[in-house]
């Protein structure tokens, strides 16, 4: 049996050796593989409880299925500390589908759960270097348009810096991609990516491009800068909410980080959207029928669905009412998931759909119905995104904040740990001064 392959560039299942079908991604094994760790009950708990909100609903479903050392994050959260989200998109069409809006829904609910900054990087440089077919002028136009579907998600313009690889490349940025690029091994590359000699140096250098944003650093803008004798920019904190395929990159960048000098990013992940042929892969910008795109219309919605969305159901309606249809694999059920909010409404569905309560139309129905009120009121807040608003959310000048307080101003627990530790990194530095002086002498000078 052909293994699943999953990376940043490729989604998979297995493929069933007697029928040849692709299976389901295996989230379990995937987890196992990439050394993360499964989101527990008590983690959910405890995010509750210390930021007195209701986990979102792909928390409650096992959405959200794994992380990086998120309790270091709620860590931060209880002490006051800054942090902050990163997330990103590589625009490779005019529009996104609602698969790509999964990770963002998320994002701004983190956003607005923790009230703290969040950069987005639109990596239009890789889907240039990638890609056989995308210009350059293809990458700016994808991103312009990409960010105007982003912003429609609903981010808060107070908290929010998106940017351009093309265009934001330099300064600070730039020198944490040197700096990440001097550790990063080609080895290390084609082990998380499984790269070769074929693969050009663009794809090879990328991930310290992508690095790049998971520290604080890179954007003096929005946190400031270490001035001498200090690391209060350098100890904050990253999140980042993405797709499980996203992971090799920063596996390689947590590998990293602490020979930095900077904190290790901290991630939470998430499942596919399943394309409409079902489980086996997750939908794709570049094959219409595979998705639901957020400019669909409402016809052409219910169309995909009745069309090509895999049904559990059964052959016929009398062996659906027998036998009942299966929610492990039906997708209009999958996406009801993802995108109905009442739980209990939910449960209902299922129950009703595996004792054969509930036909195949009806499932399909209910689908419909809630992909076309979503894609629809996403199309209106899409529609009030401006240029003059696009430039809002990339401009430098724009002040994010942190609690309420610009997120340039260390918080008054950083101040005070900061405090605490001074006297103590004064002395041992003084002793490690003492001791490099005695052996200075049999140093010779090069």
Known sequence: ????TVTPFDVSGAVDETTG???????????????????????????????GQKPHRFLRRAIVISHRELEKILDKYEKGERFYLYTGRGPSSDSMHVGHSVPFEFTRYLQEVFDCPLVIQLTDDEKF??????TVEDAERYTRENAKDIIAVGFDPKKTFIFSDFDYMGGAFYKNVCRAAKYITLNQIKGAFGFNDSNNIGEFHFPATQSAPSFATSFPHIFGKDVQGTDLVSK???????AIDQDPYFRVC???SERMGYQKPCLIHSRFLPALQGEGTKMSASVDVSAIFLTDTPSNI???????AFSGGQDTAEKQKELGGRTDVDVPYKYLTFFLEDDEELARIKEQYEKGEMMTGEIKAVCIKELQEYVAEFQKRRAAVSDEVVDRFFSVQNTLNFKGAPASSPTEAELKAAAQQKPEKSKKDKSKGKKA???????PVR
């Open 437 to 443: 002086n005695e052996g200075a002498k049999d140093i």
């Open 129 to 134: 270097m990638h890609s056989k077919t995308i």
């Open 302 to 308: 219910k169309k995909k669905i009745n069309k090509y």
């Open 254 to 256: 947590r590998d990293i």
């Open 236 to 242: 904050i904190s990253c999140l980042i909410p993405c």
């Open 1 to 4: 049996m052909a293994t699943q």
């Open 21 to 51: 079908q692709l299976k389901a991604v295996d989230y379990d094994k995937l987890i196992r593989d990439f050394g993360a760790t499964p989101i527990s009950p008590e983690l959910l708990e405890r995010f509750e409880r210390v930021t």
